[in-house]
């Protein structure tokens, strides 16, 4: 019992020992003047190079002591500097002791960075002097950053510049770091999951990574895709997503589109198909076929006739003919009266204009050539023609005669 007694009164003793020495240690004021300066504001947070960033901090005071004329100096050193003209030294007063709460004195000041500031914390100093020559100096640390820092697709190029339908292409990206600080585990990715992109990985993924991009560097990437043998000829858009992290760890996504063509080279077949002039000196026409052999449609075709020393177009001379889609031929008709020709040919040249798919614009020049012979042969009205005929009619009717006549001879014969 004595000895409960006693210890409950050391326990006693020890408790009110620790709350008497946390009460006077909260209660301690410095019988000094005591200056806080604290960083309230930086605009923008983050600065980015080449701009201003206008900083604020506050001063208080903690002693009980007044602290008498004082004067505050910004010490900068680079990337940041006060433009000609404006001063460094702020000259603030008395700073009251014993603030609290919202009293206390503002110190603004507008800072220029530089262009070439390097990303990250750096340094800012304000340094304060007192009466009776005493000084401190209060360390800081301003953030600097690229907004939204440049990384970007410098260029998008197909290799064929234009993807036939069912065949293999490279598609080949140049990514550019435009920022001054290192950009850090990139990744693009190609994002052919539409179905309205006609366009399958061959042998390879549809996303690269690149693990760092200095400042000022370029770095290629390649995809290796192919054109379903269906798609159809046009300019398709290929979202793609550029995703990387700068030297602060700050982490950006970035949605773009490439453009890719879809396309072949037109190949037309330019052809008389048949004609009505069989000789010299005549009128009639002649039907042009325009036959499309190519993989692709063509549009907005015309096809035009000059006239010439061996004829006369007598018809308009230029047709509009519209579209000859894959694999099927159109005709254009035109009047003509012929006046000579060389070996009975006559040389007809043809113009004929049209578009591909892409809108992109073609002229062709065929030089056709007008068989008389020929064409007078196929309608059987080649020279002598008639005469022949006529000889062979000739030579069946006698041989007829005598067969006949022969017959009745022989049946009188055995009558």
Not at 277 to 286: C, D, V
């Amino acid at each position: 019992m004595k000895n409960g007694k006693w210890l409950l009164i050391i326990l006693t003793a020890l408790l009110v020992s620790v709350v008497c020495l946390k009460l006077s240690s909260a209660a301690y004021i410095p019988e000094s003047a005591d200056l806080e300066v604290s960083l309230i504001s930086q605009d923008p947070d983050p600065a980015e190079p080449g701009e201003y960033v206008e900083v604020r901090w506050k001063v208080i005071n903690n002693g009980t002591k007044d602290a008498e004329d004082v004067v505050f100096e910004l010490l900068l050193g680079y990337p940041f500097s006060l433009d000609p003209g404006e001063s460094a030294i702020k000259n603030v007063g008395n700073v009251w002791g014993l603030q609290r709460g919202e009293k206390g004195i503002i110190l603004y000041y507008k800072i220029k960075v530089d262009e070439d500031a390097v990303e990250g914390e750096n340094e800012i100093k304000l340094k304060a002097y007192m009466k009776g020559n005493f000084s401190r100096t209060f360390n800081f640390t301003i953030r600097v950053q690229t907004v939204d820092a440049a990384l970007g697709i410098y260029s998008a190029v197909t290799d064929p510049g234009i993807i036939v339908p069912g065949e293999e292409s490279k598609i080949e990206i140049t990514l550019k770091n435009l920022a001054d600080s290192v950009m850090k585990d990139i990744t693009l990715k190609l994002d052919l999951s539409s179905d309205d992109l006609p366009f399958v990985p061959i042998g390879d993924s549809t996303e690269k990574r690149i693990k760092h991009l200095k400042p000022g560097e370029e770095e290629k990437v390649e995809f290796n895709v192919a054109a379903l043998a269906n798609a159809d000829s046009q300019i398709y858009k290929i979202p793609i997503s550029l995703t990387y992290y700068d030297e602060l760890g700050e982490k950006y996504i970035k949605d773009d589109l490439i453009g890719v063509i879809v396309g072949a080279t037109p190949d037309l077949l330019v052809q008389i198909d048949s004609s009505t002039i069989f000789k010299e000196k005549s009128t009639g026409e002649i039907t042009v076929k325009i036959v499309n052999k190519g993989l692709i449609d063509v549009k907005f075709l015309t096809i035009s006739i000059d006239s010439a020393e061996d004829y006369d177009v007598l018809s308009a001379s230029e047709i509009y003919v519209g579209s000859v889609d894959s694999d099927d031929y159109e005709t254009a008709d035109f009047k003509l009266y012929v006046k000579d020709s060389v070996d009975k040919k006559v040389v007809i040249p043809i113009t004929v204009k049209y578009m591909d798919a892409n809108n992109n614009k073609y002229t062709e020049k065929h030089d056709l050539v007008l068989d008389l012979k020929s064409a007078s042969m196929i309608a059987g009205k080649g020279d002598g023609s008639l005469g022949t005929i006529a000889i062979v009619l000739l030579i069946v009717g006698i041989a007829y005669y005598f067969y006949k006549h022969r017959r009745k001879r022989r049946n009188k014969k055995y009558d």
